[in-house]
């Protein structure tokens, strides 16, 4: 097997995030349930836009995120997801390649316009999305390059992007692709009301062995084996993947390989400012430290670093030094 240029190729959906502070009474008044995420049209996407307070803008999507920390803790890192041919199509592509990250994926001419999340932030730290998926959910098998998948040692794909059927698609010739290569391939559920759509299709995919790494959070994997649960849950999962990482917010996070089980905590923050991102930087600060040969115990820890880091303030994207966090950590 040839090595690994990439130490992690990223698959999902290209999204460009409008993250704005807001109260209870405005979510109240635009008929929003805090703390969920929905999919909007671009009639709502656009009105709500007008609304909300003035916020930042920066290249977002949940892998894409991860791909980012990644790249911010030194390793090399690869994003596949599809824009379209506009203005904030090059702001996409723009700031995820600045940030380190190799994206290559050529933009898409015409509708829907590049995707957006509006993200209302509450004064708690909960973030409440609202997701208008455009150009996103058309990233097409002709846009997927065999050669730089294979060439990726941990090909990470989001469950966001199971939904459309044309990214579905690429996603399967994907795992294809790198397990063909003798590849490993991460998957993170990404959200319980995706698991709800698409439970059948994804414990195929680890019944038949296609799953190397799986992400979850407490409630996904609840969702996923439908108990009530937790160590039942872990234990149904753990039996058939290799390694499984599950975070449990303030609890920390355990991973479970080969039937043992790992554990940590949460790293200390004094204030959760915003989760937007929390599940994502965790996600990329455990690959990085399986990319640099770290144990799982202490691949475990990055993650809570990362995850601590981002939480701490406003959007999806470290702002100080992940790799002296991890340094002065870790040694």
Known sequence: MPEATLDVLAIGNAIVDVIAQADDAFLASEGLDKGAMRLVDTETATSLYGRMAAGIEASGGSA?????????????????????????????????????????????????????????????????????????????????????????????????????????????????????AGRKVAFTLSDSFCIMRHRDEFQALIDDGLIDILFANEAEILSLNEVEDFDAAVSATAAKVPLLVVTRSEQGAIAVAGGERVSVPAEPIERVVDTTGAGDLFAAGFLAGQAQGKSIQDSLTMGAIAAAEVISHYGARPETDLKQLVAKRLG
């Not at 998926?133 to 065999?146: I, M, R, W």
């Not at 794909?157 to 994907?174: F, V």
């Open 64 to 180: 894409a995120n991860t791909a980012a920390g990644i790249a911010a803790l030194g390793s090399k890192a690869g994003f596949i997801g599809q824009v379209a041919d506009d203005q904030l199509g090059e702001v996409f592509a723009h700031d995820i390649r600045a940030l380190g990250v190799d994206f290559a994926t050529a933009p898409r001419a015409g509708d829907p316009p590049t995707a957006r999340c509006l993200i209302l932030v509450t004064e708690d730290g909960q973030r409440t999305m609202n997701t208008f998926l455009g150009a996103a959910q058309h990233l097409s098998v002709d846009k997927l390059d065999d050669g730089v998948i294979a060439s990726a040692a941990i090909l990470y794909l989001e469950g966001y992007l199971w939904d459309p059927e044309e990214p579905k698609a690429a996603m399967r010739k994907a795992i294809d692709v790198a397990k063909a």
